[in-house]
Nanobody, 128 residues
Framework: QVQLEESGGGLAHSGGTLRLSCAAS????????LGWFRRAPGQPREARIG???????????WYRDSVKGRFTVTRDAGRRIVYLQMNNLKPEDSGTYYC??????????????????WGRGTQVTVSS
């Protein structure tokens, strides 16, 4: 049974940092891309957008333009954990962040969605 468990959300001030973690179990890490999606406050679950994704096999990454230069996605293949380091946070980064996994490329995962698996989400709130 595939499980994705997020942690690391919380409250930060504008310009601050947070690091999210996603622990994956029940899947072959090398066959999947994993990534982070954000659902803005007040938006339905269907409105989740891809923020950053990474290939479990080779570490290839994809980033949404609005986070380039501020967020970094990495993976620990041995521990099957994906991290999202968020620096220089902005209020518009606020929302519920979900970890997702699918057997596809990082760009297709983040851009097209339709993922096989989702975590339950972790809340990020950035105050101005």
């Amino acid at each position: 049974q595939v499980q994705l468990e997020e942690s690391g959300g919380g409250l930060a001030h504008s310009g601050g940092t947070l690091r999210l973690s996603c622990a994956a179990s029940g899947l072959n890490f090398n066959f999947y891309s994993l990534g982070w999606f954000r659902r803005a406050p007040g938006q339905p679950r269907e409105a989740r957008i891809g923020v950053s994704c990474i290939s479990g096999e080779d570490g290839q990454t994809w980033y949404r333009d609005s986070v380039k230069g501020r967020f970094t996605v990495t993976r620990d293949a041995g521990r099957r954990i994906v991290y999202l380091q968020m620096n220089n946070l902005k209020p518009e980064d606020s929302g519920t962040y979900y970890c997702a996994a699918d057997q596809t490329s990082p760009s297709r995962l983040c851009v097209l969605g339709g993922n096989d698996y989702w975590g339950r989400g972790t809340q990020v709130t950035v105050s101005s």
